[in-house]
């Protein structure tokens, strides 16, 4: 992993507590699995049909057989099962998953996610994310703060197209984390050494300062 992106996966699995049954999206999230505490009795959920999956096995222990949500190989915690699409699904819609943890490409201070598409670009489909938004109990999305031009990803209104509108509890990025509340987006935490100006600096969407803002 990049300094940026180990950063926010190392915050972002402070968001898991012992006992839940969490959904990795693809992508960045699917780095959590190895960062949750061994002590955790965490069931890790995929769309594809698993509910028990373990870290990412070593090389050369790869089972083709085994894969998340991302096509990526995976291992198998102790009691996991494996089950269709359907059932995997049945889970999600029916608000037995804790917690979702989804990568974002945009979020808006209204907490509206973009995450599945950019127009004319190739894609594999949308996936699970338009079910895990509405379906899991709490929705944390991480992603890096600004694109690689430089802008802000964390927008006054998404300009992709959306996976959800108002469905996003907490966002983490590289620089801070913000909570959705019905009185707006707020700052409530800032990283390690970033000042609540250069966060401003970096942030199109409008939000406010927590008066106990961690850092």
Known sequence: MGDVRQLIVQRAV????????????IGMPTLIANEIPADFHVMLQSENGLLGIGPFPLEGQEDPDLINAGKETVTEATGASFFDSAESFAMIRG???DLAILGGMEVS???????WMIPGKMVKGMGGAMDLVVGAKRVVVIMEHVNKHGESKVKQSCTLPLTGQGVVHRLITELAV??????????VETQSGVTVEHVKQN?????RVADHLLS
């Open 109 to 115: 201070e209204a907490g509206d996610l973009a995450n």
């Open 203 to 207: 942030t199109e969407a409008s939000f």
């Open 95 to 97: 608000g037995h998953i």
């Open 178 to 187: 913000f909570d959705f509340t019905p009185a707006g987006m707020v700052l």
């Open 14 to 25: 402070k968001e898991i507590q012992d006992g839940m049954n969490v959904n990795l999206g």
